[in-house]
């Protein structure tokens, strides 16, 4: 049986490897286009409710510059519940880093 998943399933959902460890939450979701829109990858951060906000504070502005880490959803082992999404064993390999200024993606 093939289980459909929502958006809102994945994102803000914590991430771990294979052996439990945490690898932070997912906070975007990349896909294909339509007509029929599959995830190809997860982009992991270690602030999921901070990178959704839109507010202009002294602590958004510190966490606004933010490292996240893409991983090809072909890794994916499990997504257990909607909490917790369980990596396969050597994920690291293709995983990507980038750097996203925050304030900048929003200006008009």
């Not at 690898?23 to 997860?42: I, S």
Request: aromatic share 4%; glycine share 8%.
């Amino acid at each position: 049986m093939v289980r459909t998943l929502e958006i809102e399933d994945l994102v803000g959902g914590r991430v771990v490897d294979a052996e439990g460890r945490s690898q932070g939450h997912v906070v975007d979701v990349l896909m294909t286009g339509l007509p029929r829109p599959e995830v190809v990858a997860l982009a992991l951060g270690p602030s999921a409710w901070l990178s959704r906000l839109e507010l202009d504070s002294p602590l958004h502005r510190l966490f606004a510059r933010t490292h996240v880490k893409v991983v090809p959803w072909r890794h994916v082992a499990a997504v257990e519940g909607r909490t917790t999404i369980r990596l396969k064993p050597g994920w690291e390999a293709d995983a990507r880093d980038l750097e996203i200024d925050e304030p900048e993606a929003r200006s008009p």
